[in-house]
């Protein structure tokens, strides 16, 4: 299965893409990841790619369609993937179809969560991320078992460098004007299914699963 997650920043969308790639095995691809690793390894790229990040703009669409499109020739994405921050633009949505078509394929579904803008606030302010595994919790809607410490692998929980207040508002902003092209543009191949993504981890999981079921049943 090919599958986008769309929504706001903060609305879910790492949380649920990982809880998919664990029930389906359908491998999730995120560039906000992929991003942050280059950033971390401090390449060329990442260098590039902070300067946007940092102020919560979008990194040009050159690099980023690049980036996808390099991915999804490994061989693990063959049989399928779910792509969660990607796309985010109009280009983006659109060199996406073209690289699927070249290979004769297409993207099957596409999600578009949605929260209210407090509720994304309150979710981005409070998220700690692990710094070695990546592992995400929030402060108050998930928090570790021990303060301070990854469940998974013990490792240092910190805070994104663009989860401070005014970059979220910053990115919530761009969120704004660039999403609603993209929505349209599925809108319109009849792929798009809206999720409501407030409520509890579990009960956004459970409508996921049962569109994705339902999908597989081929109820379109
Ligand atoms: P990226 O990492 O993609 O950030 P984003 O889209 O802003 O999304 P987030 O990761 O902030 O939120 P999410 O929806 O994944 O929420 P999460 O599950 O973590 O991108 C970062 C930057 O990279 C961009 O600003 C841009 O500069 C660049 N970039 C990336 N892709 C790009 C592209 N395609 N084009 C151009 N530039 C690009 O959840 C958030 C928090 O809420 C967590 O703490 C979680 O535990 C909690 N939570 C989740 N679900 C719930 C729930 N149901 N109830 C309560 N809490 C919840």
């Not at 040009?60 to 921050?85: H, M, S, T």
């Not at 692990?130 to 692998?153: A, I, K, S, T, Y």
Request: proline share 4%; hydrophobic share 35%.
């Amino acid at each position: 299965m090919r599958l986008v997650l769309l929504g706001p920043p903060g609305a879910g969308k790492g949380t649920q893409a990982r809880m998919v790639q664990e029930a389906y095995g359908i491998p999730q691809i995120s560039t906000g990841d992929i991003l942050r690793e280059e950033v971390a390894e401090k390449t060329s790229l990442g260098s590039y790619a902070a300067t946007f990040m940092e102020r919560g703009a979008l990194v040009p669409d050159e690099a980023i369609i690049e980036i996808v499109r390099r991915r999804l020739k490994q061989p693990e994405y063959a049989q399928g993937f779910i792509l969660d921050g990607f796309p985010r633009t109009l280009a983006q949505a659109e060199a996406l179809d073209r690289v699927l078509e070249a290979e004769g394929s297409a993207i099957d579904l596409i999600l578009n969560l949605q929260v209210d803008e407090e509720e994304l606030v309150a979710r981005l302010a409070g998220r700690r991320i692990c710094e070695r595994c990546g592992e995400v919790f929030h402060l108050r809607f998930h928090p570790p078992r021990v303060e301070g410490r990854c469940d998974r692998c013990g490792g240092r929980l910190i805070q994104r460098e663009d989860d401070r207040e005014e970059v979220i508002r910053r990115r919530l902003k761009v969120y704004g004007e660039e999403a609603a092209p993209v929505v349209a543009y599925y809108g319109r191949k009849g792929k798009l299914k809206e999720v409501s993504a407030t409520g509890e981890i579990e009960s956004v999981k459970e409508r996921i699963d049962r569109v994705l079921k339902s999908w597989s049943r081929g109820e379109r």
